[in-house]
């Protein structure tokens, strides 16, 4: 059975102190987040150098829930206007700045999303073991509007909670939140859903704001589960997390 960790590692709502303003502003431009490419990163002055740690993140889910539209969210990238169908593996980088509340400090979250269109995994039988390799975390999407997708979680979990995943970071998000309307799943359900499974569901949808603010629960979420995971595997090796990367890619 997957394990939350107690919330409370990093800062809530840093992105909205002042003190955060020098490191998210290396992650914006006039107001707009910066598109880094894989060799990219934010150049922080010599008097505020921070540790990176890099994740390798794969989006689960069925096609249609959104995970190209989440992935540009959490870029901070245009929207597609119209839904086309990943045919294949498409990596996008979004760098986090977090701070750490037992000691102040403050980390780069690297994460780098991979996206891979579900036809696209049953065709090719090398893409999802290119998903798996040194992956860090998944990324599980249902969809308000999409009953099945969200019965798909039932599907999707198991196997990533064999003896090989099991150390995995897993967070679950529901898209198109904002369509009340058409909204196919209760509040009871998602609630008896993290009750069996003790997994975060968050939620996604609306418009994207040139701030922080739309996607920070989500960030913040990731990138305090993932910490979470490094502190039980050095733990466990009498070590301390790492300073740089965990994940080369």
Not at 133 to 156: G, H, I, M, P
Not at 202 to 228: Q, T
Request: proline share 6%; glycine share 6%; aromatic share 10%.
């Amino acid at each position: 059975m997957a394990r939350v960790p107690p919330p409370g590692s990093f800062i809530p709502d840093w992105h909205r102190c002042k003190e955060s303003k020098e490191y998210f502003n290396k992650i914006m431009h006039k107001k707009k987040r910066k598109n880094f490419g894989l060799l990219e990163s934010p150049v922080m002055p010599p008097h505020a150098a921070v540790d990176t740690v890099h994740y390798k993140i794969f989006i689960s889910g069925k096609s249609g829930v959104g995970k190209t539209a989440l992935t540009a969210r959490l870029a901070g990238l245009n929207f597609p206007n119209v839904h086309h169908e990943t045919t294949g593996i498409q990596t996008t980088v979004v760098y986090w700045p977090a701070k750490l509340i037992e000691n102040g400090r403050v980390l780069f979250f690297r994460l780098q999303l991979w996206d891979c269109g579900e036809s696209a995994l049953r065709r090719f039988d090398h893409l999802l073991p290119s998903c798996k390799e040194q992956v860090d975390a998944v990324l599980f999407l249902f969809s308000f509007t999409d009953r099945t997708s969200f019965e798909d979680l039932l599907n999707q979990i198991p196997k990533w909670t064999e003896s090989s995943h099991g150390c995995l970071a897993k967070v679950v998000v529901g898209t198109k939140f904002d369509l009340f309307m058409h909204c196919d799943i209760a509040e009871k359900d998602v609630r008896k859903f993290q009750e069996t499974w003790r997994l975060p569901v968050l939620r996604s949808g609306g418009e994207v704001s040139d701030g922080l603010g739309d996607v920070a629960p989500i960030l913040n979420c990731l990138a305090e589960n993932l910490w979470h995971q490094d502190c039980v595997r050095a733990g466990a090796a009498g070590q301390h997390p790492q300073q740089e990367s965990m994940t080369l890619l």
